[in-house]
């Protein structure tokens, strides 16, 4: 049953998760809508996550407003260990590849701007960076970087996207540089 595993040994749990979605669900491969807190509430509850970071990252669609953008000028320890109870909501992030309600790019030859985005940032991170700043970094690329080339739809050229990050993180994640 998905999150039931044994947990204890590891740090943290990571998943992603690139398909189709709408307004609060996502679609399974075989087109069946699956809502949101129905996968990621088992692992909020398992005992062995419990004070360890849940990370889901999330490719799809949130609805089908276009984001046509907007023209701008812009410039490019705690304290010691004690037991203690912690809510069962603690240590989940889910970073979305778009903003509720909208629709979510890929490129016919690169795929999905918020994975292209996150992985060119991670790859090129020093590991002394804390997740947010990794996510923070990410949007910034999406948002300023990309823009949908269609042209022969007038609807959604030029579109934009903005990624959205929702957090009860109660320390700092971050990735070691990888050799």
């Given at each position: 049953?998905?999150?039931?595993?044994?947990?204890?040994?590891?740090?943290?749990?990571?998943?992603?998760?690139?398909?189709?979605?709408?307004?609060?669900?996502?679609?399974?491969?075989?087109?069946?809508?699956?809502?949101?807190?129905?996968?990621?509430?088992?692992?909020?509850?398992?005992?062995?996550?419990?004070?360890?970071?849940?990370?889901?990252f999330i490719q799809a669609c949130r609805g089908n407003i276009v984001d046509k953008g907007q023209t701008v000028v812009i410039d490019i320890s705690d304290s010691s260990s004690r037991i203690c109870r912690i809510p069962t909501q603690a240590d989940l992030l889910v970073a979305y590849s778009t903003?509720?309600?909208?629709?979510?790019?890929?490129?016919?030859?690169?795929?999905?701007?918020?994975?292209?985005?996150?992985?060119?940032?991670?790859?090129?991170?020093?590991?002394?960076?804390?997740?947010?700043?990794?996510?923070?970094?990410?949007?910034?690329?999406?948002?300023?970087?990309?823009?949908?080339?269609?042209?022969?739809?007038?609807?959604?050229?030029?579109?934009?996207?903005?990624?959205?990050?929702?957090?009860?993180?109660?320390?700092?994640?971050?990735?070691?540089?990888?050799?």
């Amino acid at each position: 049953m998905m999150g039931e595993e044994d947990y204890t040994q590891d740090d943290c749990f990571v998943c992603w998760i690139l398909t189709h979605g709408d307004s609060g669900c996502l679609y399974t491969s075989d087109g069946e809508q699956l809502i949101e807190d129905k996968f990621i509430s088992p692992f909020r509850k398992n005992k062995g996550l419990l004070g360890k970071p849940k990370l889901f990252f999330i490719q799809a669609c949130r609805g089908n407003i276009v984001d046509k953008g907007q023209t701008v000028v812009i410039d490019i320890s705690d304290s010691s260990s004690r037991i203690c109870r912690i809510p069962t909501q603690a240590d989940l992030l889910v970073a979305y590849s778009t903003f509720p309600g909208y629709l979510s790019w890929l490129g016919t030859d690169n795929g999905s701007w918020f994975v292209q985005a996150f992985c060119y940032v991670l790859k090129n991170s020093t590991g002394s960076e804390d997740l947010f700043a990794l996510l923070t970094k990410a949007s910034r690329f999406v948002a300023i970087k990309y823009e949908a080339n269609t042209p022969d739809n007038a609807f959604t050229r030029g579109a934009k996207q903005m990624p959205y990050v929702t957090s009860t993180l109660t320390h700092c994640v971050r990735f070691p540089k990888m050799p």
